[in-house]
């Protein structure tokens, strides 16, 4: 599933409002990076997961809801969610 | 502004960006005609502050892109900004000199841009902050040939871009900071005999750059056959992620890493692989989002492990990839390659950390033909994203800005010890080539012990040195 900057974001939302059980419009949108992450898992690896050790460009999404926030990485070809309950997560690819 | 236009301006500014790399690569060609700078300049030169417009308080991204000229430091950019109230706001590393900058007087940013653009001795090129409604192209455009060639240098037209070979100090580089392809070519140019699996995300074996050095199985080499997957026409290689015979690259990665071991050299397109003449096994197991499981890298080293058995010649694998989880199975696997006289190269990581303390998978498995290779960037520093170890990281070689093979029969530049893997496993393949039967460990002694000597790499690296072909060629 190819993303762009956008449709990464609202991917994002998506997934953390099922999470959490709240309405998308709950989950407020921090903030939005362009990054250079240092692998092709974006820095973020999924367990029994080898990556490509090229830097990748990509985006640091920063939402919010409940009062904690949360960190998605995401690149053309992806979108992972980093360090959800001590575990990164492949969300889409 | 509203939020549907930050992501606008923020998808812009990554265009933007992009943009600037292809202005900064076209700007490295008009560079390298010009007489060098001086590493003095007067920062004090007077220039006229542009008049403050009003704009929106959320309109917080930068609104200027400058390039300044090599010799520029860090700390002289800092200053320049800070006398007109501007700030850096970010240094985009993948273009020498290239900074973000925010205008803190929320200026006119035509004017900010061409206020920096008046300062010729101290910056090559400054332009705003560009809305460009275009598709973000996959990488930075090189080289289209019209560098000068080099004395004794391959016809290749991209080949002016390949400092890791051959480095003449353009670009900020260091002369001679290279792995000396030039006068190892003298002794050999590599061999059609020799093998190298690149253990990736496929490799396009279509590339024109690519083909004529592609391994393709030979009649007198049976099939492969395992017994979940039964026969197998392995053709052009394997493809373990999906579990088949086509092992063509759907992400650009391994076309890559493939293009730096044994892109045909001389042959009038493109670049120079390290090997003029080789085979490149593509064996797939990271898919098109270039990861991929333990499990289907491990089938993968299984299948070139078969197909040494059964008479080929594989005496390399190239590993660009890991990760920090460490695995007993794929250690195995790896041994047994090492059992059947197969070289495993792998790198290093790209974390910036010790993997003394903090090991990564698989090139921290410390097994007799495991190599672990560090980035080095074109002034032979260590790359600011490598990771180093003085007992687990081996070698270092290129890395940064390396140009090669991507999909489609394009070439593109990338960084990573992704890219400095497949120099050491393309200089393991000369070497072989020069002589055919050296061992495995032989061979594994004869990189690390041919090396160029950093001071830098003290007590980072093992061998603290930068690989060296020539000498590599001579023992």
């Not at chain 1, 985006?59 to 926030?69: D, Q």
């Not at chain 2, 092992?247 to 890559?256: E, K, L, Q």
């Not at chain 2, 974390?351 to 190599?371: G, K, Q």
């Amino acid at each position: 599933m190819p993303f762009d900057q956008n449709s990464a974001v609202e991917r994002a939302r998506q997934d953390l409002a099922s999470r959490l059980g709240v309405s998308e419009s709950d989950i407020e949108v921090s903030a939005v990076t362009s990054k250079e992450f240092p692998d092709m898992s974006l820095g973020a690896p999924a367990d029994d997961e080898m990556s490509a050790q090229m830097i990748a460009d990509g985006w640091e999404i920063k939402l919010g809801a409940k009062g904690k926030s949360y960190e998605y990485r995401a690149d053309k070809y992806q979108l992972r969610l980093k360090g959800y309950n001590g575990k990164n997560h492949v969300i889409a690819y | 502004m509203n939020r549907n236009n930050i992501w606008i301006h923020l998808g812009l500014a990554l265009i933007v960006v992009t943009v600037a790399a292809v202005l900064g690569q076209i700007d490295r060609w008009r560079s390298s005609l010009r007489p060098m700078m001086s590493e003095t300049r007067d920062l004090a030169r007077p220039v006229a502050k542009p008049t403050a417009i009003k704009r929106s308080p959320s309109d917080s991204e930068p609104e200027v892109l400058v390039r300044f000229k090599s010799g520029v430091t860090a700390s002289q950019i800092e200053k320049l900004t800070a006398k007109f109230n501007d700030r850096v706001e970010d240094r985009l590393e993948l273009v020498n000199g290239l900074v973000a900058i925010d205008d803190l007087d929320n200026a006119d940013p035509a004017e900010v841009a061409a206020h920096y653009a008046r300062m010729t001795d101290l910056v090559e090129y400054a332009h705003e902050n560009f809305i460009i409604e275009a598709d973000i192209p996959d990488f930075t455009p090189v080289n289209d040939g019209h560098d000068m060639p080099r004395p004794n240098s391959p016809n290749d037209p991209h080949f002016a871009d390949q400092w890791g070979l051959s480095n003449d100090g353009r670009n900020g580089g260091k002369k001679g900071a290279d792995i000396a392809a030039l006068s190892a070519w003298s002794k050999t140019k590599g061999s059609e005999d020799v093998v190298v699996a690149v253990l990736d995300t496929g490799v396009d074996y279509t590339h024109p750059d690519l083909v004529a050095n592609m391994w393709v199985r030979p009649d007198s080499v049976p099939q492969y056959s395992d017994a979940q997957l039964g026969v197998i026409n392995d053709l052009y290689g394997f493809n373990a992620g999906d579990n088949m015979a086509d092992p063509m690259d759907d992400n650009g990665h391994g076309t890559h890493c493939a293009g730096i071991i044994g892109a045909e050299g001389d042959n009038g397109i493109g670049i120079a692989g390290i090997n003029w003449n080789v085979k490149i096994m593509p064996l797939k197991f990271l898919g098109r989002g270039g990861f991929g499981s333990t499990k289907d890298a491990i089938e993968a080293i299984n299948y070139a492990i078969d197909r040494k058995q059964n008479g080929v010649n594989v005496r390399v694998i190239s590993a660009s990839w890991g990760s920090t989880m460490r695995s007993k199975a794929l250690e195995d696997a790896i041994r047994a390659a090492g059992e059947n006289g197969i070289l495993f190269v792998a790198a290093a990581g790209n974390s910036s950390t010790d993997n003394d303390r903090r090991p990564h998978f698989p090139s921290n498995h410390d097994l007799p033909n495991v190599i672990s290779v560090a980035a080095l960037d074109n002034g032979d520093l260590l790359a600011s994203f490598s990771n180093y170890g003085s007992k687990s990281v081996h070698v270092a070689a290129p890395g940064k800005a390396i140009v090669s093979t991507w999909l489609k029969g394009s070439y593109r530049e990338a960084s990573g010890t992704s890219m400095a893997t497949p120099h050491v496993a393309g200089l393991a393949a000369l070497i072989i080539a020069n002589e055919p039967d050296i061992t495995m460990a032989e061979l594994r002694k004869r990189i690390l012990d041919s090396v160029d000597p950093l001071d830098i790499l003290n007590g980072r690296i093992f061998s603290a040195g930068r690989i060296n072909a020539d000498r590599a060629l001579s023992n």
